[in-house]
């Protein structure tokens, strides 16, 4: 079963601006990730958020999490042609923190 | 290292025929994950394996479906027989020991068409 839902389904915007893409979950979680897949291959690991933490930045990326709402966000500044692919969330459920569960992903294409 | 290793990248069979998906894990990583990505079902969790040990198989979808992992460097996924709702990319991912290790790695995956 489904933990995260990812919010919008697919996104497509110009190069150069901000993505936002959101991620909703049922459970209590011990931490929440964001991967990226490209068109054919396998999952790639992007940032960790554990439940304690409210927001988490590396590089061009900021991830948000709000445990009262149960959701998360993944925001990519300054978009480039290189970031279109999918992103995806994953969840650790807090009593099951070795099952990792995935959402099924915001389909992001970033436009010349 | 060489990552997590899917053997075969694609696989082609007819409706009915046993077939058997390898994963070779990173070295040294303890437990290991089997996925299924559709477009209908997004990423779904079959089995996963902590120290070679079955933790959760509650995501496998039938009796047709079997995985083992005989020791820490292999592990196999095994349908039979096939369907054609089993055609789906199937993922390996394995995780480092420690509770603070918490990221996936994933190989490149296995393409199996049903017929």
């Known amino acids: 079963s489904q933990q995260g839902e990812e919010d919008p389904q697919a996104l497509s915007i110009q190069e150069g601006e901000n993505a936002t893409m959101n991620c909703s979950y049922k459970?209590?979680?011990?931490?929440l990730q964001w991967y990226r897949q490209n068109s054919g291959r396998g999952l790639v690991h992007l940032i960790l958020?554990?439940?304690?933490?409210r927001e988490k930045h590396s590089g061009r990326l900021r991830v948000t999490l709000d445990t009262s709402k149960k959701s998360s966000s993944l925001l990519i500044t300054a978009s480039r042609a290189a970031d279109t692919a999918s992103y995806f969330c994953?969840?650790?459920?807090?009593?099951?923190?070795?099952?990792?569960?995935f959402g099924k992903g915001t389909r992001l294409h970033i436009l010349p | 290292d060489a990552g997590v290793i899917q053997s075969p990248r694609h696989e082609v069979t007819e409706m009915g025929q046993e077939v058997t998906l390898r994963c070779k894990p990173i070295s040294g990583h303890n437990s290991l994950f089997w996925y299924r990505q559709t477009m209908m079902r997004g990423l779904e969790l079959l089995i996963y394996?902590?120290?070679?040990?079955?933790?959760?198989d509650s995501g496998m979808p039938e009796d047709r479906f079997s995985a083992k992992m005989p020791n820490a460097s292999f592990s196999t996924l095994k349908i039979q027989p096939s369907e054609p709702r089993d055609s789906a990319v199937y993922f390996c991912?394995?995780?480092?020991?420690?509770?603070?290790?918490?990221?996936?790695?994933f190989g490149s995956g296995t393409q199996l068409s049903v017929l």
């Open positions: 991912a394995s995780k480092p020991p420690g509770q603070r290790n918490e990221k996936l790695f």
């Open positions: 958020i554990r439940s304690n933490e």
């Open positions: 459970t209590s979680i011990n931490n």
């Open positions: 394996f902590n120290n070679n040990v079955p933790i959760d």
């Open positions: 994953a969840t650790a459920l807090r009593n099951r923190d070795d099952k990792i569960i």
